[in-house]
């Protein structure tokens, strides 16, 4: 199967790569950042390391969406929350999406695949998460952080029907990719689980402006954590959405994750730090919203969504 890339960023760059490299698999990569085009043509690929070390240049495809003319099978999107309905609406007009084509994404927070569903037929979208820290540095400079084989994923199909052959095809192609793909039951619940996930690590780690490692090295993390994944989970369940994985198991993992990650800035820090709008309205922002759709104020969750906003604010200050 040929695969097109949809935003060459940290976890574009990390799929298409992987695909290419591991699967063997036909991968195009259309982006709109110049900068970013521009230096992957200029320097003949991407430059990938894991963890920082043994850097090289991997050969890519690129294209602006109005130069490409090929017919991938399925598209793989990653783009920021906010910048989503722009770049598709852009690619529409481009006319680079097709009836028959299938489209897969694992970005972070809610509130994307209704976006998707505007282009694409119901049955025909593959939703999904993944737990596989990136770095994008630089324009074309991307850094696959954790050891190799430790990726995983989840993904369940739109409509919630069983896959059918070509969503398995997609699945065979990120096994054979290393991606560690696991299909999920119910794909609400498998993006919730992610996001309040998120809601802890990426948000928290982005207010101290820390790595992983270092946010673990708080005792009170487990607590911290515990208060705001109690709201996400009341907020869901009264929403009738029930993750993939329990309190506990959540909890458990905010640990296990930020050791397995322990020098990872996480994306949402990225973002900030580079003096970029943050995801966080998608995020614990899309908790608290769920919540009071459901009649249950998640008073934590809409006091960091707060915070965070108040730190971006601050940013002009420390500018002067």
Known sequence: MKYGIIGAGAMGYRYGVMLQENAGVDVDFIDTW???VEKVREQGGV????DHENRQIVPINIYYPEEYDGHPDVWIIFKKQMQLADELKRDAKAGIFHEDQYVFSAMNG????EKIAQYFPNDQIICGTAMIATRLDEPANVDFMGAVNSEVMHMAPY???????????VFNDFKAAKLGPVWAKEWKGMCMSKVVFNAVCNTLCTMFEIQMGQFIAYDGVKKMARQLFDEAFDACERAGIYLIETRQQETDSVIEVSKAYKYHYPSMYQDFSKGRPTEVDYINGYIAKLGRENDY???THEFVVQEVHLAETMRQFHQQ
Request: negative net charge; proline residues 8%.
């Open 34 to 36: 110049e900068p970013n």
């Open 297 to 299: 104020i998640c008073k």
């Open 47 to 50: 430059s990938v390391a894991r």
């Open 110 to 113: 809610m509130g994307h695949f």
């Open 159 to 169: 409509n919630n029907q069983e896959p059918d052959e070509t969503m398995t095809n």
